[in-house]
């Protein structure tokens, strides 16, 4: 009992993430074909490295605007590992409507993916890793 205990814990404490925020307009990055939405552009390697991560938390200085004027996720680091989208974004950000993550290597998205994501309209993940 005691080690199933434990096994559960370290299985949370692995698969939970923290994602660190600049937040910005869109504009002023490349997301040409999505201009002036209100972005979290990814600050530090998230590492997602294996499927079904769940994000715990959110943190990143907002100006005028809060978490709930979040519309995307940003990443253009060819350093940053995100081979796998992450889940528990809409618990967060409940108007996320694009995903753009360039040179994150993305290897898979599974369908579950995606339900994390019910207002999604772009999906831009170029120079991933997956064979299709
Ligand atoms: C995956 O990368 C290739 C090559 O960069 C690109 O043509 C394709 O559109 C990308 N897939 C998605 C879903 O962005």
């Not at 004027?69 to 108007?95: L, T």
């Amino acid at each position: 009992m005691k080690y199933l205990w434990f096994n559960s814990f370290l299985i949370l404490f692995a698969t939970c993430l923290v994602i660190i925020c600049n937040f910005e307009k869109s504009s002023i990055i490349n997301v040409y074909y999505a201009s002036n939405l209100y972005i979290c552009n990814i600050n530090k390697d998230p590492s997602i490295t294996s499927p079904n991560i769940i994000i715990k938390k959110v943190i990143g200085t907002h100006i005028s605007m809060s978490h709930k004027n979040v519309e995307g996720f940003y990443s253009d680091s060819i350093s940053f590992k995100i081979h796998y989208i992450p889940h528990g974004v809409h618990n967060f950000f409940p108007k996320f409507v694009l995903i753009y993550i360039n040179n994150g290597r993305v290897k898979e998205i599974h369908q579950n993916d995606l339900v994390n994501y019910p207002k999604l309209k772009y999906l831009d993940l170029d120079e991933n890793d997956s064979s299709n």
